[in-house]
């Protein structure tokens, strides 16, 4: 079975700090990774996946992630957020050959002016 | 093009009442998902469907019945609710597992029971 850990409920940074949402997981075959955002009272948008290749991938809004898999990690990262960032984001996992996305609790990011 | 519409947007029902909820998608997709999303709790999958006519259990199915009669639609109902089915339920569409696209989810319907 696949689980994914979302270890930071809520993450408050400055606006223009950098900011990392961190994202683990456990799965014994091979698995494809998402992240997620949800803005207040809507649903979620996906905001960038890996499926295979380049380790580093971009989304959209400036964010990136990294996969890991010597540490099964996937976490994302923005160099400046804006407040317009503020919003729930969601780590999910798929494994190969499975009709299920399987969720991570989410971690709520609070941009400060 | 709407993508994925969730009917109603609200809705406050009183323990034991009844109701059906809507997912429509107008994307062709072949699996379809409803999930809940409880604080601290993230989203739990209820039930899915991989095709017309088929639906399958996921990790919290327990107090809800589903019907894919239609390719493009996914209903969620609830007979006799409870307190605890109190929760913002979401519905998500996906057009093949196997090239990985990710869900196009609906707005979501806020559901509250006393």
């Known amino acids: 079975a696949q689980s994914v850990t979302q270890l930071d409920s809520q993450v408050p940074v400055f606006e223009e700090a950098p900011v990392e949402l961190r994202c683990n997981y456990s799965?014994?075959?091979?698995?494809?990774l998402f992240w997620y955002v949800q803005y207040p009272n809507q649903g979620l948008q996906l905001l960038l996946k890996?499926?295979?290749?380049?380790?580093l991938v971009k989304g959209i809004n400036g964010f990136e992630a990294e996969f890991n898999k010597s540490q099964t990690s996937f976490h994302l990262r923005k160099p400046s957020v804006h407040i317009s960032d503020t919003a729930e984001y969601f780590c999910?996992?798929?494994?190969?050959?499975?009709?299920?996305?399987?969720f991570g609790t989410g971690t709520r990011l609070k941009v400060l002016a | 093009n709407a993508g994925v519409t969730q009917t109603p947007k609200f809705r406050v029902l009183k323990t034991g009442q009844s109701m059906t909820l809507l997912c429509a998608q107008d994307?062709?997709?072949?699996?379809m998902y409803w999930y809940r999303q409880d604080p601290g709790m993230g989203l739990r999958l209820i039930h899915y469907?991989?095709?017309?006519?088929?639906?399958a259990k996921g990790e919290v199915p327990d107090g809800y019945n589903v019907s894919r009669l239609k390719k493009q639609n996914f209903l969620l109902g609830l007979e006799s609710a409870a307190p605890s089915q109190t929760s913002v339920y979401f519905c998500?569409?996906?057009?093949?597992?196997?090239?990985?696209?990710?869900?196009?989810f609906g707005s979501g319907t806020r559901l509250t029971v006393v």
């Open positions: 998500a569409s996906t057009p093949d597992v196997g090239v990985n696209y990710g869900y196009t």
């Open positions: 799965s014994s075959v091979s698995v494809y």
């Open positions: 890996y499926l295979s290749g380049s380790t």
């Open positions: 999910a996992v798929k494994a190969s050959g499975t009709y299920k996305y399987i």
């Open positions: 994307m062709n997709h072949e699996y």
């Open positions: 469907s991989v095709g017309e006519g088929t639906t």
